[in-house]
Each structure stands twice: as C-alpha cells, then as structure tokens.
C-alpha cells in the first residue's frame, strides 16, 4: 500500500523500484490495441474524443513481458499540462498481484514526470484503482457492479423490492423507452439542467456530440418519456467487457421510477448484447447520512450490484501550478474529489487491513 505524501520533494528513481519483496513492473509507453474485451476507454477512439494527446502507458515485467496497461489522456490550459487516466489498471493475461501494480504506478509516476507534466489530476469517476503509487494524494472510492452474465430472471430478482415497485409503476402509467443517437439533444438538455441544478457545470452539446461520434456504436442513449415528455435519461459507454453509466438526468418532478426504468431496460439491452458487466460507476465510501452522495450510493446499491471498492489518487508535480488547479476546482466543483474524500483514507486502509486479517 502506498503512503501518503505531498508528492512535491519525492522524486522516484528507476532503479528504486527494485525493492526487497516487490516485483519490478516498469511504464512505458506502448502501441493502442484495443478490442472489445477491454473497457472501451482503452478504445482509441474515445481517448482521440477527449483529447488530441493520449496513449497507453503498458507495464512490463522484468522478462520483458507486458502485464498491464492503464489509458491516459493530456489536459491542457494556459500554462498548465496534467495527465488523466480513463480507467483503472488493466491487467493483461491473468491477474496483476498488488506489488506489481504498486511498482508499475510508482514506475507511471517517474514516466510522467519526466515528461514535463505539471501534475496527475484524479482519474475519471469510472475508475477506481486497487492500490495507488508512493507519494500519491490519495482517497477511498466505490463503484457498484452487475453480472449480466445471468438469465434475466436472475437480474429482475436482484433489484430490490421497492425498486421493482417503481420500476412496474412507471411502467403502467406509460412511461416508455427510446433508444438513440437522435436523442443526443434531449439528453444533453436533462443531464445539463440536472447538473446546473446542483451548480455544477456540465460540457457543452459540441463537446457531447464529439464523445458520442467519437464512440460510434459503443454508445447508447437512453430517455424515458411520460405522453411525449422527456423524463429522466442516461448516456451509457459499452465493450463487451463492460456497460458504463455515465451520464444521467432528470426533469424536476420526473414521474417516479423512470430513471429506475432506464438502467433496467438498459441492463436487459445490454445483457442481450452479450456485455459482461453493467458498471453503474462511482459512489463515495462511508458518505453523510442523509446527504446528496448517500442518495446516490442507495441508488446504486437498489439496483444489485457488488460493491467494488478501492482509491482515486492524483499527483502534483509542480507545486504553483497544482495551486492554481487546485484554486480552480474549488471555485468550480468546490474541490475534486480526491480533497474532498481524502479525510476518509487512513478509516478506510485500517477496515481494508482488519478485513483482510
């Protein structure tokens, strides 16, 4: 487990990470080769929809062979280049023990590093990583998963009593499903308007479009409609390794159940298309009760899933600049989740440690 740490004074040397008891896993830079087996945003044409500097960073062993990848993708504003992973480490050909993830983060850091980047921001909420690299600003984070490998039946019975409820209600007032690209307007319209509802700020329609163009077929979009009137919606990101839930919204006052409705009949879709896991993306550990974030977590726990929990982690590299974003991030989102869950980190690793005793 990594400690943490300001990340500003530690500089982690190549050779380093030949630790006693660890296994040596060294980042570099590899070929995209993606296919529908891995999360889609490993895929090349998503990566190229957030960003025009992107790549892999692969893992390999000390026989030269790889273990893992992990995406990557280059935010850049005025006078500021941060890194941001797209998902969590991908192991390949069998399972990445926990040191070899360690050292392959660690060995990730010096490569960013040397690359003239400012800092490592937190990673897009889809990912939560087992473990997190020396010196990392770290935080607990969760997600909630489904198997869709199981007959219908199976899934119906695993969403919670109160939710199948809702679920048939909203289906016998009328409430019904459209599926398609053509309801990217709508859909960015509710997803929009429920962000500003909360005073956050959503991207723009053309930054939409060009995701949703640039997945092409692996994405859907789904909106629920009451006698013509949009409803609730979600934009959902799919391989066969996985469905993402990814962006959601809502009327005020949507009739009650039709974003149940949604996440159902896309759990039924996507089962038919043979996708492995419906990934309804990240919850925060242990939030407030009663708060916003706790709604959330229920949400998601209504629906099934297992709860897979593990770290979010960003790293500064240049202290003035990590300011700034930090400035920013405050003023925009009231801080980044990593600052904002970061005070749950040592509850977390002592209940990970008495668990696993």
């Given at each position: 487990?990594?400690?943490?740490?300001?990340?500003?004074?530690?500089?982690?040397?190549?050779?380093?990470?030949?630790?006693?008891?660890?296994?040596?896993?060294?980042?570099q830079r590899v070929k995209i080769d993606w296919h529908a087996?891995?999360?889609?945003?490993?895929?090349?044409?998503?990566?190229?929809?957030?960003?025009?500097?992107?790549?892999?960073?692969?893992?390999t062993d000390e026989s030269g062979k790889l273990r893992c990848i992990l995406p990557y993708s280059i935010i850049r504003k005025p006078l500021i280049r941060m890194v941001r992973f797209r998902v969590e480490t991908i192991p390949l050909g069998g399972e990445l023990a926990m040191d070899e993830e360690e050292s392959f983060l660690d060995s990730t850091v010096t490569f960013f590093r040397s690359t003239g980047a400012d800092m490592i921001i937190p990673p897009t909420t889809?990912?939560?990583?087992?473990?997190?690299?020396?010196?990392?600003?770290?935080?607990?984070?969760?997600?909630?998963?489904?198997?869709?490998?199981?007959?219908?039946?199976?899934?119906?019975?695993?969403?919670?009593r109160s939710y199948r409820k809702d679920i048939r209600?909203?289906?016998?007032?009328?409430?019904?499903?459209?599926?398609?690209?053509?309801?990217?307007?709508?859909?960015?319209?509710?997803?929009?308007?429920?962000y500003k509802r909360s005073?956050?700020?959503?991207?723009?329609?053309?930054?939409?479009?060009?995701?949703?163009?640039g997945l092409g077929e692996n994405a859907k979009l789904l909106v629920a409609y009451d006698q013509g009137i949009p409803q609730s919606c979600t934009a959902f990101h799919f391989s066969k390794h996985s469905a993402?839930?990814?962006?959601?919204?809502?009327?005020?006052?949507?009739?009650?159940?039709?974003?149940?409705?949604?996440?159902?009949?896309?759990m039924r879709i996507f089962r038919?298309?043979?996708?492995?896991?419906?990934?309804?993306?990240?919850?925060?550990?242990?939030?407030?009760?009663?708060?916003?974030?706790?709604?959330i977590l229920l949400f998601k726990q209504h629906f099934g899933g297992k709860p897979v929990q593990g770290y979010i982690w960003k790293y500064p590299f240049h202290p003035l600049k990590y300011s700034l974003y930090r400035l920013a991030a405050r003023l925009l989102w009231g801080g980044d989740i990593v600052d904002t869950e970061r005070h749950k980190l040592q509850d977390f690793i002592d209940r990970d440690v008495n668990r696993g005793a």
């Open positions: 487990m990594g400690t943490e740490g300001s990340g500003f004074d530690q500089v982690i040397q190549g050779d380093s990470l030949a630790l006693a008891g660890r296994n040596s896993v060294k980042a087996e891995l999360p889609i945003y490993a895929c090349e044409s998503y990566l190229k929809a957030v960003s025009d500097d992107y790549g892999w960073i692969g893992g889809n990912s939560v990583f087992r473990t997190y690299p020396r010196g990392a600003l770290a935080a607990p984070y969760s997600t909630y998963i489904i198997d869709l490998q199981v007959d219908e039946g199976t899934l119906w019975t695993n969403i919670s209600g909203a289906l016998s007032k009328g409430v019904t499903i459209q599926s398609g690209i053509e309801q990217a307007d709508i859909a960015h319209r509710l997803v929009r308007d429920t005073g956050l700020p959503f991207m723009s329609f053309k930054s939409f479009q060009r995701l949703l163009a993402y839930a990814v962006h959601g919204g809502s009327i005020a006052g949507a009739v009650p159940g039709a974003m149940k409705l949604v996440q159902w009949e896309a038919e298309l043979g996708v492995r896991r419906f990934n309804l993306m990240g919850a925060r550990v242990h939030p407030e009760k009663g708060s916003k974030q706790e709604g």
